[in-house]
């Protein structure tokens, strides 16, 4: 006895507290070293008001395609809610190692004859086999508090793609918006010039009705163009957990240039398949199926075992009162556990099927990333390159000729409003290229090989 009293009581009062930190330690490290930003768990701790300055201050400059994942990893109020998830599976691996409350009994018999005392029983007693399965229950809740803590960082780096890919939209419907904005300008002033020529004699009413249509129609672009800058805007304002004076923060209007050289893509595959968190949190949940599926079948023919003390006072009072210990077991002679076997085994069978389609995903989403990278830019680069020149020349030429009469106005128009597709274009593939690299980094489980931090 004195050798394994001690061992429950250490039992017993390790499993009375949760710790405070709630193992996010371990998920701060990995998210930012995926990440190179910091992250932070808002607790009402001290550090608490200087992350809150830090945000201000990023929020009082112009957002960086960089900073913009810094103050969502800080202040998106979702990622906050993912971390509570920490203590929650914190909460569940200190309750896997306490040991159930036993169980007090007791009755009376009341005497029916004179002469006769009230008869007594008391019992407490303690499941045994509670006790011999905690190390094993915490080792399934130690394996789920892992799962969680991959999750978390997974979350963390899904927010900073989210971010990235928000700024872009934003930078490059500002950009847009610009350019009708400048083409919008330009059609009023060729249609007021038309105007002035026609009332001179010197244009055909059709001709100027047409420059006046094409202004109205490039206002309405600009006007569509404002819209989706907007709706952006709203979309990073809510990434970002904005609110306040915060809303007024600025962003740049021109997209950055593309890379001159494509960083290395080899070997991308395998990378992601060791990096990618939600196929560790998936690898680790089927460990603890094996883990549940042991532990059942450990203990299938124990059943309940409970250990007591019992106290019974007889009727007759010459008797007194008799002492002893109590046992109770429970036969598993009907309920050998056969379906929660059955169940666990099915179950075990369904994470390994989910953890090779996962494999098999991520795999496929590398290799999707990588190819809309590759092809947004040669995209971009040939309408840069090519496509844009060729049209600036083409109304250049179609000007000309309409100056000696040659063409008409709509040659004119058409050849200028394929221009302008040109650069709406050339913008949104630029853009494309961004978010494709953006998301090749959430394929890969963080930033790409070889990129700066």
């Not at 971390?83 to 929650?88: A, H, K, Q, R, S």
């Not at 075990?348 to 990278?373: F, H, W, Y």
């Not at 947004?376 to 060729?390: G, N, S, T």
């Amino acid at each position: 006895m004195k050798t394994w009293l001690p061992t429950v009581a250490a039992i017993v009062l390790a499993g009375c507290s949760v710790p405070e930190d709630a193992g996010f330690e371990d998920v701060r490290k990995p998210a930012e070293e995926r990440t190179a930003k910091k992250v932070h768990w808002f607790r009402g701790g001290p550090e608490d008001a200087e992350v809150r300055r830090t945000i201000d201050e990023l929020f009082s400059r112009e957002l960086t395609s960089e900073s913009v994942v810094q103050i969502a990893l800080l202040n998106n109020p979702e990622l906050q809610s993912h971390y509570e998830d920490l203590g929650v599976a914190q909460a569940d691996l200190v309750q896997a190692g306490i040991l159930s409350n036993p169980t007090i009994f007791g009755s009376a018999h009341f005497p029916t004859r004179p002469g006769v005392v009230t008869g007594m029983d008391f019992e407490i007693a303690q499941n045994f086999l509670d006790l011999l399965m905690i190390p094993a229950r915490k080792e399934v809740a130690s394996m789920e508090f892992e799962r969680v803590k991959f999750h978390v960082v997974d979350d963390v780096i899904e927010m900073a793609a989210r971010a990235k890919v928000a700024w872009l939209e934003v930078v490059a419907a500002q950009q847009r918006a610009e350019v009708r904005h400048a083409i919008a300008a330009a059609a009023e002033a060729q249609a007021d010039l038309a105007a002035r020529l026609k009332d001179a004699g010197n244009l055909s009413e059709l001709a100027a009705s047409r420059e006046r249509d094409q202004s109205e129609s490039s206002k309405m672009a600009w006007v569509k163009a404002e819209e989706q800058v907007s709706e952006a805007r709203e979309n990073l304002t809510v990434i970002l957990g904005a609110w306040g004076t915060q809303v007024a923060w600025t962003a740049p209007k021109k997209l950055p240039d593309m890379p001159g050289t494509e960083i290395a893509l080899n070997g991308l595959e395998s990378l992601a398949i060791a990096r990618r968190l939600d196929l560790a949190a998936a690898r680790r949940e089927r460990d603890a199926s094996v883990e549940r599926l042991d532990l059942v079948k450990a203990f299938r023919w124990l059943g309940t075992v409970e250990l007591g003390f019992d106290a019974h006072r007889e009727l007759e009072p010459e008797v007194g009162w008799a002492y002893g210990p109590s046992l109770a077991l429970s036969l598993p002679i009907f309920d050998r556990q056969q379906a929660a076997i059955f169940a666990l085994e099915a179950e075990l069978r369904r994470r390994e099927s989910t953890n090779r389609d996962l494999a098999i995903r991520i795999r496929s989403e590398v290799r999707s990333a990588r190819e809309r990278l590759l092809t947004h830019r040669r995209k971009a680069e040939h309408l840069q390159r090519v496509v844009i020149p060729l049209r600036e020349r083409i109304v250049e030429l179609a000007l000309r000729e309409y100056n000696f009469m040659l063409i008409g106005v709509a040659e004119v128009l058409r050849a200028r409003q394929e221009e302008y597709d040109a650069y709406d274009e050339s913008i949104e593939m630029v853009r494309d290229y961004w978010i494709a690299r953006a998301e090749l980094e959430r394929a890969v489980g963080g930033r790409l090989p070889g990129e700066k931090k």
